[in-house]
């Protein structure tokens, strides 16, 4: 299946409309699995959170591999309990798939586990190493954040902007930054910016720096393709400027598992804090 064009209300031509419809269908129906075993946490924690977050993480993961293969047979799935999986069809040793869905199937499983209403569905599809789009829902607040790479990015439908505070010292961060040297560069970077939050889900926090909620956004490592393959995006898309901790580009499908890092800030503040932490 090739790309499609689709004319929106507002006259852009937007390449990959029809696999964003999907991401996001899919999205809701797998945050709606998510809500109904939220739910009812109380009566099957004591089967351990542990095995809450899997059944559902398998099943929200399943629900989407299995829709995209139905409609996109030719394009690859990444995901983070299945690990790389091929196209359908594909034989050993054809060269890859150009495309890649990308999924976190339940993003805060921490909170998710403990009934704290902070987690989401990450969705995303790269073409020849580029996420062309993304899709960040949260069920809680039914709130659905997307973006495509010629489109803007959109909070339920409407168009949102990264936040463009004067000062620094207004700002809202999270700083999930580690390793030798770096906490003192955090502790001196938190003197700057008074209010830092840690919410607990990457996917999640980074969208909110695409609608201002949050102004700066910073984890050095420990991230993985699906914690921001859709998020970046969205946030790149509100005009975020988006790189890993060392200033190159924030997405590389080269990068292993868990050795992602990132920094989304506004365009304003990205070197100030660049410097900071670096």
Known sequence: M???HHHDPLGRSEAYADELALA???AHRAGQIQLDRYEHLEDIRAKGPRDVVTE?????EALVMEAV????PADAFYAEEIGEVAAVGAKPGEPKPSRVWIVD???????YANGIPFFCISIALVANGTPVAGVVYDPTRDETFAGSIDGPSLRNGHQVHVGDKEQLEDAVATLAVGGRGTV???????RKIRAHRSMGSASLTLAYVGCGRFDVYAQSAGLSAWDVAAAGLIAERAGARVTTLDGKPWFDLATPAKKWSCLAASPRHHATILELLS
């Open 69 to 72: 293969q139905e409609r996109y």
């Open 24 to 26: 996001i269908e899919l």
């Open 2 to 4: 090739g790309e499609s």
């Open 56 to 60: 559902v993480d398998h099943l929200c």
């Open 105 to 111: 199937p339940l993003d805060g499983t921490i909170n």
């Open 184 to 190: 003192r560069k955090r502790r001196e970077a938190l």
